[in-house]
Structures are given as structure tokens and as C-alpha cells.
């Protein structure tokens, strides 16, 4: 029977995530979904000194943000609990003993100097890549150099020690990668990593295999900066002797800068003010970063963007639901090329998001805004203008600011309109068709409105596209906006005919002859 699905996403509470970290968890998650697996949320905490307060708060709150649920992590609790690595520590130290067994690692005694001085010496002799490894290593402080009786006594005496990898000298190590396909790395490229480090607690790359291994994690999905750390780990399986059960692994492309030179980051945010967090942050520096979710996306458009920064279904289709990700998400559509960030797309998911929401989905946002703003608004009527403005913006924020004329009368008129449409012709006619508003009752409907306006014309002999600007600017104080005679049925016959009457009045001496 095949092993049920299960994948983790594991990362390091450093700071706040990055959309590619949130890429990571997203495919995770759709990977997992498909199968009816499990996906779940580890926290990899054991690198102390990196530690940043707040980023498994920030992590989890924009994990719910965009809907993608662990099914067990630190939170759920689940049969592998705890899920916090540091609260795990005391697991790690057995393997590192078995592996000392076994003769693949040993204890290294090298103070921080000692390290330094073997990296200047390896530079002098021109050695590009200096490692502790095979042959480094025989000229160190280790139990490999140090007879059995020196090691005891440094250690009795409590002197500091880590514990290192053994890499064998002359090997291959291989793995099956399911985005890039076989990877072969000559053993005598990779270092004698630290497994265990002198504060007790193990190095990312124990923990994390040990931890993969226990909680019976069947496929790797991660960054493509583990790529380099993947041979090490399959050595680690294999002298483990978990060789048998050990996941697959899939590395995700990069995600790059816009103009596709380089990673994309932080910097990239400040320079540029476009968000790649999903969620505002603060840093150190007391930068104000922007995140997806205050610059108003929506958390369905932000998946489905982030979804296709990576991955395409190889078809013409777009837009996808959650749902539809799930069903059609195939680690092999992923591409090996690094993902080009592109914002614009982001706003273009937002805005064909945004025209899906019903108009009263909408006008449960306006209503929060114009509620800030200290401005009423009937549910009814806020719906109504979200109707109009729905396909005009990009962002819920932008319905209120481009459509504050539904609720507050123009103090001001597009002054380039003004010069081009006040004309003489058009004074005539708005004049007419304020009185004849004013005829008629107040809750007028848009063809009314218009049938009333098509009168005024024919008995003024106007053609309508010679006022129709001169009339929304009247109306609305702008050159351009939604359908006008839905714009008049929201405001009704009273307001609109005063409105008019008011530019009239503030126009008038502006007239184009
Ligand atoms: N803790 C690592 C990180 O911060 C996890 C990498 C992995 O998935 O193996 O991303």
C-alpha cells in the first residue's frame, strides 16, 4: 500500500516569512490536500541566536490570512507532538551519540581562533572553498586527532566541543530531486557540518532530518536554498540507516527581482513599495514593511498569484480557486527557472477577484470605511455604488476613494474638464435637465433619469455626447467614473438637481464660448 502523504513546512522563527516562504507552505499544503495527506506546521527553532520575537505570531496569523491550515503543528498538537524543535532538544542528542558510534561523526574541541587560522592557511594556499572536511580535519582538535584519554579529559574539564559529520572522503552522493531531476555531489565538495553544537542543542541539518524522519515525513518541499544542504542530509539518512524511508525532495525555484537579476527581498520592498510580505512588519531598522494583506488583496488572489510564482497547469486557465489549486497543483508543472515577481500581476489577480465578490460582500468593506470616514451609508446603498465601482479598481479601499461623490457632494471640478466641456450648450441644457429633475419623484431609476435627459435634449435640439461630461462633472466633480445615470438613481432627483444647480451657480462665469 502506498505510505500516506505526509509534508511539513518548517521554518525558522527569524523574522517575518516572505511570500516564497508562503509559496513553500502554500505548495506544501496543495500537495498534501491532493492526496488527502497531512500537512503540518514545525517550528525550527534551534539556531538561538537568530531568534527574532514575534515571527511565529506573524507566521501562523498570515498562514490563516491566506486559508492554508496545518492539520498538525504546534498549535493542533498531534501524534508527533511537540512540534517546537527547541521543545524537542533532548531527542536529538541520542542520534548524535549514534552516529559517534557508529564512527560517521566525532567530537571537534577547535575554539573559534583555531577555526579561523585553518580558513587563513587553506586561503593562502589558495584553497578556494575552505572546509573542515577529510583533510582538514586531521590537522584539528578533534577525537579523531586526540587520543581517547585527551578527549575524556576536555571533556570532564568542560571544555566546549561540537559534534561534527564524518563526510566520507571519496563518494557519491546522489537524489532523485522531483522538480531537477538526479543531483550528484562529490562527497569531497561538502563540509564536516556541525550536528550538535556546544550549547546542546543540534544544527538545523540534524534536527531537521531527525525530525523528518520521526514524524514520518514522506516528501521534502522546500526552498531552492536547501539544494546545497540535500547531499548532506542523504548522508545522514544513510548512516541513520533510515536510507529505506527517506522523503522525496523537491526544491522550488527562486523567487527573483522583477527585472529577474537576483533574489528578491526586503530591499526590493523598500526601493520599490510593492509588498513580499504577506503581512506588514516592523524591522529593526524601524522600516515599516508593506504586506499583501494591508495594501488590500485579497487573501483568494494572493494564493492564486502566489500559487502560479513557481507553477503553471500548462494550460491557458488563470484563475483558480483554492479548490481548483488542489485538484490541479503537480510538483512536476513546477519549474526549475527562478520566478519573476511581478506586481502588476498581483494587482491584476486582485482585481479579477474583486469583480467576483458580490455586491454586498463589497458593501460589507465600504460600509467599514465610510465608517471610519464618519459617513453614512444605508447596506442597500452601499452595495450599490460597490456595484458600479466593482470593475474600476483594483483594491476594496479604492471603492470609497474614488466614489466619495455617492455620499459627499463635489467641493471642487476638474479643472481640464471645465475648460474643455462648460460650454454654453451644456449650461443650457443642465439647466433643463435640473428643473425637469426636479419634476419628478425622488427615487427615480437610471432609465427614467435618462429618458427625462433624452427629453431635454430633443426639446433643445442637443445631441447627448456633447453634454454627457459637462453633466458628470456637475454631478460628480470628476472627468470620468461609473455608469452616470445609475450614479443619478443612487443620488436621487433632489440631490442630483442641486448639485447641478451648485456648479451652475460656482461654473457659470467659466463658460466656453
Ligand atoms: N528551517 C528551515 C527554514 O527555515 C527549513 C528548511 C527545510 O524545509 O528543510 O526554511
Same mark, same amino acid.
Given at each position: 500500500m502506498e505510505q500516506k502523504v505526509r509534508v511539513r513546512f518548517a521554518p525558522s522563527p527569524t523574522g517575518p516569512q516572505h511570500i516564497g516562504g508562503i509559496r513553500t507552505a502554500l505548495y506544501n499544503y496543495l500537495f498534501a =490536500?491532493?492526496?488527502?495527506?497531512?500537512?503540518?506546521?514545525?517550528?525550527?527553532?534551534?539556531?538561538?541566536?537568530?531568534?527574532?520575537?514575534?515571527?511565529?505570531?506573524?507566521?501562523? =496569523?498570515?498562514?490563516?490570512?491566506?486559508?492554508?491550515?496545518?492539520?498538525?503543528?504546534?498549535?493542533?498538537?498531534?501524534?508527533?507532538?511537540?512540534?517546537?524543535?527547541?521543545?524537542?532538544?533532548?531527542?536529538?542528542?541520542k542520534?548524535?551519540?549514534?552516529?559517534?558510534?557508529?564512527?560517521?561523526?566525532?567530537?571537534?574541541?577547535?575554539?573559534?581562533?583555531?577555526?579561523?587560522?585553518?580558513?587563513?592557511?587553506?586561503?593562502?594556499?589558495?584553497?578556494?572553498?575552505?572546509?573542515?572536511n577529510a583533510i582538514t580535519r586531521m590537522t584539528m582538535k578533534n577525537s579523531l586527532t586526540l587520543s581517547e584519554k585527551e578527549v575524556k579529559e576536555k571533556m570532564e574539564a568542560g571544555e566546549p566541543y561540537v559534534i561534527r559529520l564524518k563526510v566520507p572522503r571519496k563518494d557519491e552522493v546522489r537524489l532523485n530531486d522531483m522538480v531537477r531531476g538526479w543531483i550528484m555531489v562529490h562527497s569531497s565538495t561538502l563540509d564536516d557540518k556541525v550536528l550538535m553544537k556546544s550549547d546542546g542543542m543540534p544544527t538545523y541539518h540534524l534536527a531537521n532530518v531527525v525530525d523528518d524522519h520521526l514524524m514520518k515525513i514522506t516528501h521534502v518541499i522546500r526552498g531552492e536554498e536547501w539544494l546545497p544542504s540535500a547531499p548532506l542530509h542523504v548522508l545522514l539518512y544513510r548512516f541513520l540507516g533510515w536510507e529505506d524511508t527517506m522523503p522525496k525532495f523537491a526544491h522550488l525555484p527562486l523567487l527573483l527581482k522583477p527585472d529577474g537579476n537576483g533574489k528578491l527581498s526586503k530591499r526590493d520592498s523598500l526601493k520599490h513599495g510593492f509588498p513580499v510580505f504577506p503581512m506588514e512588519w516592523i524591522d529593526d531598522d524601524n522600516n515599516q514593511l508593506a504586506g499583501f494583506k494591508e495594501?488590500?488583496?485579497?487573501?483568494?488572489?494572493?494564493?492564486?498569484?502566489?500559487?502560479?510564482?513557481?507553477?503553471?497547469?500548462?494550460?491557458?486557465?488563470?484563475?483558480?480557486?483554492?479548490?481548483?489549486?488542489?485538484?490541479?497543483? =503537480?510538483?512536476?508543472?513546477?519549474? =526549475?527557472?527562478?520566478?519573476?515577481?511581478?506586481?502588476?500581476?498581483?494587482?491584476?489577480?486582485?482585481?479579477?477577484y474583486l469583480k467576483q465578490k458580490t455586491n454586498e460582500e463589497l458593501a460589507e468593506m465600504l460600509l467599514k470605511e465610510l465608517e471610519k470616514e464618519g459617513v453614512a451609508s444605508s447596506r442597500e446603498k452601499a452595495a450599490f455604488v460597490s456595484g458600479l465601482m466593482k470593475e474600476r479598481v483594483t483594491f476594496p479601499a479604492e471603492i470609497w476613494k474614488n466614489a466619495q461623490f455617492f455620499y459627499v457632494a463635489p467641493q471642487r471640478y476638474d479643472e481640464k474638464i471645465v475648460n474643455k466641456k462648460w460650454t454654453e450648450e451644456a449650461v443650457t441644457v443642465l439647466k433643463a435637465y435640473a428643473n425637469a429633475l426636479k419634476e419628478q419623484s425622488n427615487g427615480i431609476s437610471a432609465d427614467e433619469a435618462k429618458a427625462v435627459l433624452e427629453q431635454v435634449l430633443n426639446d433643445l435640439g442637443v445631441k447627448m455626447g456633447r453634454v454627457m461630461q459637462a453633466l458628470r462633472l456637475a454631478v460628480t466633480g470628476e472627468g470620468s467614473g461609473p455608469d452616470l445615470m445609475p450614479t443619478i438613481e443612487v443620488l436621487g432627483t433632489a440631490e442630483t438637481a442641486s448639485r447641478i444647480e451648485n456648479a451652475l451657480e460656482r461654473l457659470g462665469d467659466k463658460v466656453k464660448t
Open positions: =490536500k491532493q492526496l488527502k495527506g497531512t500537512f503540518i506546521l514545525r517550528i525550527e527553532d534551534t539556531d538561538q541566536t537568530r531568534y527574532v520575537p514575534g515571527s511565529e505570531e506573524y507566521l501562523k =496569523k498570515a498562514l490563516d490570512w491566506c486559508g492554508i491550515q496545518p492539520d498538525e503543528g504546534v498549535d493542533q498538537g498531534g501524534p508527533y507532538a511537540p512540534y517546537r524543535q527547541s521543545e524537542r532538544k533532548d531527542m536529538y542528542q542520534y548524535a551519540q549514534q552516529l559517534i558510534d557508529a564512527g560517521h561523526a566525532y567530537y571537534a574541541f577547535d575554539t573559534e581562533e583555531e577555526l579561523n587560522e585553518m580558513r587563513e592557511r587553506l586561503k593562502e594556499a589558495r584553497v578556494a572553498q575552505p572546509q573542515y495594501d488590500g488583496y485579497l487573501p483568494e488572489a494572493f494564493l492564486n498569484f502566489l500559487a502560479f510564482l513557481g507553477w503553471n497547469p500548462g494550460t491557458e486557465q488563470e484563475i483558480f480557486s483554492k479548490e481548483e489549486l488542489i485538484k490541479s497543483f =503537480k510538483i512536476e508543472q513546477i519549474n =526549475k527557472a527562478g520566478a519573476r515577481f511581478d506586481i502588476n500581476k498581483a494587482k491584476w489577480y486582485n482585481q479579477q
